[in-house]
C-alpha cells in the first residue's frame, strides 16, 4: 500500500455552530484544523497568505497591507468554524486488498506509516491505525461481490475520526505541519457506490 494516500473533494464550513455532521478535511480548511492543537501558533501572515493568491502575489507592501486587513476577518471566522467541528472525514482512494480468510475481512492496510499530504507542507496523520487495520466482513457477503471485484478493486475508503493534536514532523523527507487525528470509524464502499463495510469503536 502506498504510504500517501489521494483526497477528494471539499467543504464548507459554518462559523460558530458546533457541526454536528462530519466536515471533510480538504487542503482549503487543513491550515485551520492544525491550528486549534497548535502549540505555537502560525503567524496571520502566514495563513494569510494559503487563504489568498492575491496576498501572496502582492506587487508592494501597501497592497499586501490593505489586503491583510481584509483577510484577517476571514482567518478569524475559519479558525472558529474549525474549532466547532467535532468530527472530521477524509475521503481516501485505494485498492481494496485480497480477502484474508483467516480473519474474516478485508486489509485496509492502514499502519502508523499512514499520511495523508495537503497543500501547503500539511498532512495527516492517524493516531490509532491497529484498530482498523481490517474491516471485518463475512465471507459470504464477500464472495457476492467477486463479480465486480474481478472488474475494478478501487474503493473509497471514508475515515472518521477527531483532532486531538497538532506537530511539525519529518514525512518522506520533507517537514510537514502534521494534524493528528484518532479515527472513530471507517466505511468502504466500491467505486460503483457498493457498501463493502463500515466499522466503529
Not at 501572515?45 to 501597501?62: G, H, Q
Not at 472518521?160 to 514525512?171: I, M
Not at 464502499?189 to 463500515?198: A, F, I, P, R, W
Request: proline share 5%; net charge neutral; charged share 25%.
Amino acid at each position: 500500500m502506498k504510504q500517501t494516500l489521494t483526497t477528494l473533494a471539499c467543504i464548507v464550513a459554518f462559523h460558530g455552530v458546533l457541526h454536528a455532521e462530519p466536515v471533510q478535511i480538504t487542503s482549503e480548511n487543513v491550515a485551520f484544523a492544525y491550528e486549534i492543537n497548535a502549540e505555537i501558533p502560525s503567524p496571520t501572515e502566514s495563513l494569510a497568505k494559503i487563504v489568498s493568491r492575491d496576498y501572496r502575489t502582492a506587487a508592494d507592501e501597501f497592497t499586501a497591507r490593505e489586503l491583510f486587513e481584509k483577510i484577517k476577518p476571514i482567518i478569524t471566522k475559519r479558525l472558529d468554524a474549525a474549532k466547532s467541528v467535532q468530527t472530521w472525514t477524509l475521503m481516501l482512494r485505494e485498492r481494496l486488498a485480497p480477502y484474508d480468510f483467516s480473519k474474516a475481512g478485508f486489509p485496509t492496510e492502514l499502519s502508523d506509516k499512514t499520511f495523508v499530504p495537503f497543500d501547503n507542507d500539511y498532512a495527516v496523520v492517524f493516531t490509532n491505525t491497529p484498530e482498523f487495520q481490517l474491516l471485518p466482513v463475512p465471507v459470504e457477503s464477500a464472495k457476492a461481490m467477486a463479480r465486480k471485484l474481478q472488474n475494478n478493486r478501487t474503493i473509497e475508503l471514508r475515515v472518521e475520526g477527531k483532532a486531538v493534536g497538532s506537530k511539525e514532523q519529518e514525512l518522506n523527507y520533507s517537514a510537514r505541519k502534521v494534524v493528528l487525528v484518532e479515527i472513530v470509524g471507517i466505511t468502504i464502499k466500491l467505486e460503483d457506490g457498493t457498501l463493502v463495510g463500515s466499522k466503529t469503536r
